[in-house]
C-alpha cells in the first residue's frame, strides 16, 4: 500500500513572501505538516521559478511570477518530495530561469516533473520506488507562454497524443500511472467539457488517477471506471491581497492510498486568507465545503447540465473576450468599447473568418507559426 498525497498551486506572494524571507515557515504551514509527515510520499505544484538574481522576464500576457529559493526551503520543511513544474508561470524569466530553478532543486534534492531545458526532458516520466511498488508521474500543462520546444526550456504541453505514448509506457513499467495536468478555466469550479473528455481518455489509456489544478478555486471529482479524477484542488498557498474571503482562499489536498483498489480522502483548508498561511477547515466550515462538492459533483456526472454550466459561465463573460477580438489598444477606448460606446467591428463575415481559422487544424498552424515568428522578429 502506498499513501500519495497531491496539493495544488505555491506562489509565495506578498505577506507568504515576507515571512519566507524571514524564516518564519511553520507560520505559513506549520498545520498542515503533520498530515505530509504521514505520507510515504507527496507532491505540491511550484506555481513560479525561483529567481535569485537579475533576469530579464520573458514577454508574455499576465504577470511574471518569481520566488526566492527560502520558498524550496520552506517546501523541504513541510516534507513535499517532489514539485510538479508543468504550468503558466515556469518559463516567466525565461530559459534562465528555468535552469536557475532547477539547480536549485537538484541541490536541494528534490524531485521535480513536467519541466525541463528543453521538450525531450520537461516530458519525462519520473518513476518512483515506494513501498515495493513502481509509481509513475506524468505532469503537463495547458499551452500558454510556458511551454518547452525542442531547443528550448520550458514546462511539458498538455497532448492527448503524446500523453498517450507517455501514458502506455508507464503503464507496461510500473504499477500505478498518476497524471497531474494544469489546466482549466479561472475561477470556473467546474471542468469544461472538454477536460472531462480528455481526462477520461487518459484512465481509458491506463492512468490511475488524474488530479488537475490551475483555476485558483476547487472544482469537484468524479471516479471514473473505478479511477478517480480531481478537476480542481485550488490555490495551497498563494497570498494575493486582493483576495480575500473567495473561492480563491479554499482548497483541499488529495490523498490517494494505492492498494487492490484506489482510495482517496480529502483534506480542505484556508488559505491566505485572514493570515497567511494554510490551516485546515473548522467544522463549521467544512459542512460548507463537502455541501459545494457534493453540487460541483453532481454537474460533473450529467454531461448535459455541465456543457450548459461551462456555456452560461462563458456567455456571462463573453464581454471581456470580444475586447480581445476588437481593433483597440487604447485603454479608453477599450474602456468606451466594453460600455458599448465604440462599435466592436465583429462582423458577421469577421466572426466566420475567424472561425475558419480557429475551427481548421491546418489554419491554425498558420496562425499560430505567424504569431510566433512576429514575435521572434521583434
Known amino acids: 500500500m502506498v499513501n500519495l498525497l497531491i496539493a495544488g498551486d505555491f506562489c509565495p506572494n506578498d505577506r507568504v513572501a515576507r515571512l519566507i524571507e524571514q524564516e518564519e515557515y511553520s507560520d505559513i504551514l506549520g498545520e498542515i505538516k503533520p498530515i505530509i509527515a504521514q505520507m510515504d510520499y507527496s507532491l505540491i505544484n511550484l506555481e513560479c ?9 520573458k514577454e508574455k500576457q499576465g504577470p511574471n511570477l518569481k520566488a526566492s529559493q527560502l520558498a524550496v526551503k520552506l517546501i523541504k520543511y513541510v516534507n513535499f518530495k517532489c514539485v510538479t513544474l508543468a504550468n503558466n508561470h515556469f518559463l516567466d524569466y525565461g530559459d534562465e530561469g528555468v535552469s536557475h530553478t532547477l539547480n536549485i532543486l537538484r541541490y536541494e534534492h528534490l524531485d521535480f516533473v513536467g519541466g525541463g531545458e528543453d521538450l525531450s526532458r520537461a516530458s519525462g516520466i519520473l518513476y518512483k520506488d515506494i513501498n515495493g511498488k513502481k ?3 506524468i505532469n503537463c500543462c495547458e499551452h500558454e507562454f510556458s511551454i518547452a520546444t525542442e531547443h528550448s526550456a520550458g514546462a511539458n504541453p498538455l497532448n492527448p497524443i503524446q500523453q498517450y505514448y507517455a501514458i502506455v509506457e508507464a503503464k507496461n513499467k510500473a504499477d500505478y500511472v498518476i497524471i497531474v495536468v494544469h489546466g482549466g478555466h479561472e475561477y470556473f469550479q467546474l471542468p ?4 472531462q473528455e480528455i481526462y ?3 484512465v481509458d489509456i491506463g492512468a490511475d488517477a488524474v488530479i488537475n489544478h490551475h483555476q485558483h478555486c476547487y472544482s469537484g471529482y468524479e471516479v471514473y471506471k473505478e479511477k478517480p479524477i480531481f478537476y480542481g484542488l485550488g ?4 497570498d494575493k491581497n486582493t483576495q480575500r474571503n473567495s473561492i480563491w482562499n479554499e482548497g483541499y489536498l488529495v490523498k490517494l492510498v494505492l492498494d487492490n483498489k484506489i482510495h482517496f480522502e480529502l483534506y480542505p483548508y484556508i488559505q491566505c486568507n485572514d493570515t497567511p498561511n494554510v490551516v485546515l477547515m473548522k467544522k463549521d466550515r467544512i459542512d460548507d465545503f463537502y455541501s459545494s462538492i457534493k453540487c460541483l459533483n453532481e454537474i460533473i456526472a450529467d454531461s ?7 456555456q452560461h459561465w462563458m456567455k456571462e463573460r463573453e464581454g471581456n473576450l470580444k475586447l480581445v477580438l476588437s481593433p483597440y489598444s487604447n485603454r479608453w477606448f477599450r474602456i468606451m468599447a466594453s460600455r458599448g460606446l465604440l462599435p466592436m467591428f465583429l462582423s458577421k463575415k469577421r466572426k466566420l473568418s475567424l472561425l475558419n481559422f480557429i475551427y481548421c487544424e491546418s489554419h491554425r498552424d498558420r496562425i499560430v507559426y505567424l504569431l510566433n515568428e512576429g514575435e ?3
Open 49 to 57: 521559478p525561483i529567481v535569485e538574481c537579475p533576469i530579464k522576464p
Open 135 to 137: 509509481i509513475a508521474f
Open 192 to 195: 469544461s467539457p472538454r477536460m
Open 200 to 202: 477520461r481518455f487518459f
Open 235 to 238: 490555490n495551497f498557498c498563494f
Open 304 to 310: 448535459c447540465r455541465l456543457k450548459l454550466e461551462h
Open 376 to 378: 521572434r522578429n521583434e
